[in-house]
């Protein structure tokens, strides 16, 4: 029960910064004009110092989880789900961010904002899930 619990209020700070990051920071990239690449630098940077470490810490516990419930459906889509973060994260919005921290095309930008939405919607339903298998274990 601890595990999941923990997974639940991890979970929690994750999809908060998700969602600040979804519908506010990076629509706002589109309005900063002046030394672009110094602030998205110092962004990522940041960003990196906070996230890294809750990412692999929700990781560890979501391994955890499902080597200890794997015969649990939901379980095992909540695995599902936190795989397929660590591969938008890692397959589309660094290589994104790498790109735009040389230049700064609108494209790139919008296609950020938009694929974002995977690790976004992913993460809320990881939560959902989460706090629904709370009550069966």
Known sequence: MDFLLYNVVLNSILVGIILITQFITYPLFQFISSD????????????GYVVAPLMVLELLLVIKITAHHYSNV???????????IWASTFLIQVPVHNTI????PENKIL???KSNYIRTLCWILKLILSIQILDVY
Do not use: N, P, Q
Request: glycine share 4%; proline share 0%; charged share 25%.
């Open 36 to 47: 672009f690449k110094r602030y998205h630098k110092a962004y990522t940077k940041r960003m």
């Open 101 to 104: 921290s040389k230049e700064k």
């Open 74 to 84: 939901v379980i095992m889509l909540i695995g599902v789900l936190t795989l397929i």
């Open 111 to 113: 296609f950020l904002i």
